[in-house]
Every structure is written in C-alpha cells, then in structure tokens.
C-alpha cells in the first residue's frame, strides 16, 4: 500500500509540476505573501495623496501603519486567494480523471481508491505548504525590514493555523470533486460546501475560519481572540471526515 | 482449463435492466469476440469484469479469483476510449503503470514495439491520434503480462491499417493469454476468434466456437455471375428460378445473381442445368458470414440462450 501510495504520490506532484499548477501556487502566495506588508506601508500614502485636493480643509489623518497592519493583511490575502486557490487546484482533481476516462483506465491496475484519495490530497497539502512556506517567508522578511520582526514562534503558530485552515478547504473540495458526477456540478459543489463553511463562522466559535481570528490574535499578542483550540479540533475533525467519506464513496462508485 | 466463468450475471440500473443474467465461460488461452449491438451490455459486462462496476446479481470468476471481492484477477483492461495523462510520453505512462505493479524490470521498450509505438515513445501523449492512444491502451493492458486481457471495442476507432494491426497482435496472443474482446465489427471478429458470444438487450443468444458457429448457420445459398454484357440474360434467369417451387428468393445485384434456395440438393442439381447454355463466369455455393448469424439471431428478441461446445 505504501509503495503504490510513493507511486502515486511522484505522479500527483510531477502532473502539478507539469501543468504549471505548482508555479502558479508559489507565485500567487509568495506574490501576495511578499505584497502584504508593502501593501500595508504605502496604504496609508496612497489614502492620503488620493485624498490631496480633494476636499479643502479637511485633514485626513491616518495612523502610522505597523506590525499588526502588516499581519492584518497577510491574513487577508491569504484567506482570499489562498481560498480560491485551494478550490480551483482541487475541484476538479477527482472528477476531472472520471471525466476524461482517465479513472476507468487506471482503477483496472492495482490502484487502491483510497491511495489514489490520499495521493491527490497529500500532493495539493505539500505544494500548498511549499506556496504558504515561501509566502510567509517573504512577508516575514519585508515585516522586518520595513517595520519590525514579528516575533517567529507566534508568527509559526499564525502560519500554521492557516496551513490546517487550508487543508480543510482542500479535504472538502476533493470531497465535491468525488461526489460531483462532472467537473461543472464537482464546482458547484466544492463552491456550496465552501460558503456554507464561510457562513458557519459568523454562527458559532467552532467554525474554521476562527482559526484566522486565534492566530491573529497569537501573531499581535492581542487577548481579542481567546484560543480556539475547539475551532482546531473541529477544523481537523471536518477535513477528516470529508477525506475519509471522499474515500469511501470513491470506493463504492462505478466507473464510466 | 476455463479462464473465465460468468454466472447469473445481472446488472440493473434502476428499471433498466443491462444485464439479465446469462452464464458464460471462456477457455484458457483462447480468443474470444464478444459480440452485439449498441446498447445490447457488452461494455457493461465487461465494466463489472474489470472490477469498475459491480453486478446486481451474480458473479464473475476470472483465474479463479471473483471479482470485487477484495483481491484483484490478473486482468488487464482497455476500456472503449481510454484516458490517458497528455502531459506524459508513453514511455513515462507505461514506467507508471510498471511502478504500480511493482514490476522490477518491466518491458517497456518491447511492448511499445509490440504495438507500434516504439518510434514515438519520448513524445507526450497530449498529441496521439485516436489509434495511437488505443496502441498505447493495448501497451498498458499488456504490460503487466496479464493472465487475462479484457479490451472493450479495441478496433472500433482504428483505420483499416490500424484495425488489421490490432487484430493481428490479438492474434499473437493466442495461448499466450486469454483475450475477451468486445466489438460490432463482425468481421473482424469472424477473422480473429476461437469463440464467440452474442448479447442481445442483456441476454447471451449464443455461445459457440466461430467455426461451428459458421458451420451450423449454413445458408442454403448460391451466386451465378455471367459476363458484363449478359445482364438481361441474368434477369430472365432470375425469373425463371423465382417460378420454380424450390427457391426463396434470387437477388439481382447487376451482373450477379444471389440465389436462396429452399431445397439445396435440388438447386444444385437443377440451377446447374439451367445455366448449360449462359456465359458462367463464377458459380459458388455460400457460406453462413457472421453477420448473416448475428442479424439473424439478435432479431430473435426473446431467443433462448445457446452454448454449442
């Protein structure tokens, strides 16, 4: 099982290599990774030299931007377009290869479903890693350089919080791209489990996106956020529970 | 010596019934064409043999092991249009197809001989032509050197060229592996089989091996072709065998005269004196084709099934 699992590993990570989803994952978060905190220094100049002209005699008085602008932004790119990305690599992962014939030619050799599950998730968690590694390394140096080094455990919890948080949207869009019967309803799927786990953080505290919120909190040293070390084990718990139902109904489907 | 035995096979989806239940063996090392028309469950039985769908009732056995309970028959599978990774050369596929089965030292290069594809091995299979991603779904089905060698409709996308390639290394294969093909082209079924098993809306109409098949089915059938410029004579003479009491039917097909006989003896004995004085260019008694068989009993809706051993 872990042989075939390395195999089909090597081929999951060679065919994001090959097809440029890789490159596009590293550019798009070291981008925004290495924009946070430029974007975080000049918004305030950009408001200001908007507002210049504007409207006489009313002075615009933006505060200083720090640390804590600059964290405050990494955390929303990275919850923007780390989202769309998770989404877009992995929705079609499963129900694309049933689409193109490509399952029914491979399910026929000594394939085990569950491996070919785990592979797809294994491969989008490493270059998600790889991508939210290079992302924060950037803007943890930019931090640094234009205003001062956030503190590196707290910084690592912040990074890694995102890290789970985004592993659970990959674990629930690879759950739509194997219950999906096409690429079209796998998309509308993954984009309905998606909102409706957006939705559930406005409800309740367990929710994963308060997962942002505690890291936050942990990387500016506020007390606003308490821990959610629920939020985490519900988090976990969701993206197993999708990984292990997208390997069981993959098991029981037929294949065209 | 049987390779593959098929019981009670049923599959239902829904209301609709694929499969109805037939019983179906096949022998070890023979050729075996799988024959019926559109929609008639050919491609779904053999989904359930691959292990890709599973039966409602029934079961199959395939070198001894029953499929989808857990362990895995040595099969190998060509689906009708297989899907392959465009961004990977054929050699790459087939090393990922050895790599999963663990084989130490797989025959890449000459299985990619073997179908024809040796020349084109390092270019990405993004840009095969139809035929060559079948060559490269034969490579794939062969390469773990299989026991057993499941192709769905193998030569129904090929050219002429392409068709007699495929047929001519199913025909190698023989008692090498067992081969279980499905196809609509009853010729090239008829050219490459050992036996034969006809579906018809879910149910095996027959089972038989081909030369028996062909045999059993003899028409009682002839063709008189006389010189081109002898066509009213043709004419006249299809007349006077349709005014006979011992002929079904006499086709007129310009210069060539098919002639269904009802009582073959007499036909032969007194066609014969009829054609004493025309410019015969060929006289020859037909032989049943395979799809004189096959329009013949898959019209049959409610056929019993048969197995002629």
Redesign the interface.
């Known amino acids: 099982m872990m042989r075939v699992f390395g195999v089909q590993l090597r081929k999951e990570l060679t065919e994001l290599w090959r097809t440029r989803k890789l490159i596009i994952v590293l550019a798009v978060l070291t981008g925004f990774g290495l924009m946070s905190p430029i974007l975080a220094k000049i918004t305030p100049d950009l408001i200001e030299s908007l507002g210049e002209g504007q409207m006489e005699g009313v002075v615009i008085t933006i505060p200083e931007p720090t640390q804590k602008d600059a964290i405050d932004q990494l955390i929303k790119n990275i919850s923007q377009f780390g989202l769309l990305l998770a989404v877009l690599m992995s929705f079609g992962a499963i129900a694309g290869e049933r689409e193109r014939g490509q399952a029914a030619l491979m399910f026929a050799h000594p394939l085990p479903r569950e491996v070919f599950v785990a592979a797809k998730f294994a491969a989008q968690a490493i270059m998600f890693a790889a991508g939210l590694a290079l992302g924060a390394l950037g803007a943890y140096i930019y931090t640094a350089i234009l205003f001062n080094a956030p503190p590196l455990g707290r910084y690592l919890a912040l990074i890694g919080l995102m890290y789970v948080w985004l592993l659970c949207l990959i674990a629930l869009s690879l759950l739509a791209s194997t219950l999906g019967r096409s690429m079209g309803s796998a998309g509308g799927l993954a984009f309905v489990l998606i909102v409706a786990l957006l939705l559930a953080g406005t409800f309740t505290n367990l929710a994963p996106g308060k997962l942002l919120e505690w890291g936050r909190a942990i990387a500016i040293r506020s007390d606003d956020s308490p821990a959610r070390w629920r939020a985490l084990a519900v988090t976990v718990g969701v993206a197993a529970l999708a990984f292990a139902a997208s390997c069981a109904v993959l098991r029981r489907q037929e294949i065209d | 010596m049987t390779a593959i035995e098929i019981r009670n096979l049923t599959k239902r989806f829904g209301d609709v019934t694929a499969l109805a239940g037939f019983d179906l063996s096949v022998l070890r090392g023979s050729i075996f064409g799988f024959l019926g028309p559109n929609g008639a469950g050919k491609t779904t039985t053999l989904?359930i043999m691959?292990?890709?769908?599973?039966a409602t009732a029934g079961r199959v056995v395939i070198e001894g092991v029953e499929v989808g309970r857990g362990a895995?028959p040595p099969?190998?599978?060509l689906?009708d249009?297989?899907?392959?990774?465009g961004?990977m050369t054929a050699r790459e596929f087939l090393s990922?197809?050895a790599?999963?089965?663990?084989l130490s030292d797989p025959p890449i290069d000459a299985t990619l001989e073997r179908v024809g594809l040796a020349d084109v091995g390092s270019k990405r299979v993004g840009g095969f032509s139809r035929g060559m991603k079948q060559r490269l779904?034969l490579a794939?089905a062969l390469l773990?050197q299989p026991r057993v060698l499941?192709l769905d409709e193998p030569v129904s996308a090929l050219d002429p060229a392409g068709r007699k390639a495929m047929l001519d290394i199913m025909g190698e294969l023989r008692g090498e592996m067992t081969v279980f093909f499905s196809t609509h082209i009853l010729g090239d079924a008829e050219r490459v089989c050992d036996e034969i098993g006809i579906i018809n809306r879910g149910r095996l109409v027959i089972q038989a091996r081909r030369d028996d098949l062909l045999a059993r089915f003899a028409r009682p059938a002839f063709e008189i072709e006389l010189a081109p410029d002898e066509a009213p004579r043709l004419a006249a003479l299809a007349e006077r065998l349709d005014a006979t009491g011992w002929i079904e039917r006499a086709a007129l097909d310009g210069t060539r005269l098919r002639v269904t006989a009802r009582d073959l003896d007499r036909a032969r004995r007194e066609a014969l004196a009829m054609l004493a004085d025309l410019p015969v260019v060929r006289f020859e008694m037909l032989g049943a084709t395979l799809e004189d068989i096959f329009l013949s009993l898959t019209q049959q809706a409610d056929a019993q099934p048969e197995v002629v051993r």
Do not use: D, E, K
């Open positions: 989904r691959a292990g890709l769908a599973r895995r099969i190998g599978y689906p249009t297989p899907g392959f990774y961004w990922y197809i790599r999963l089965h663990g779904g794939q773990p499941l």
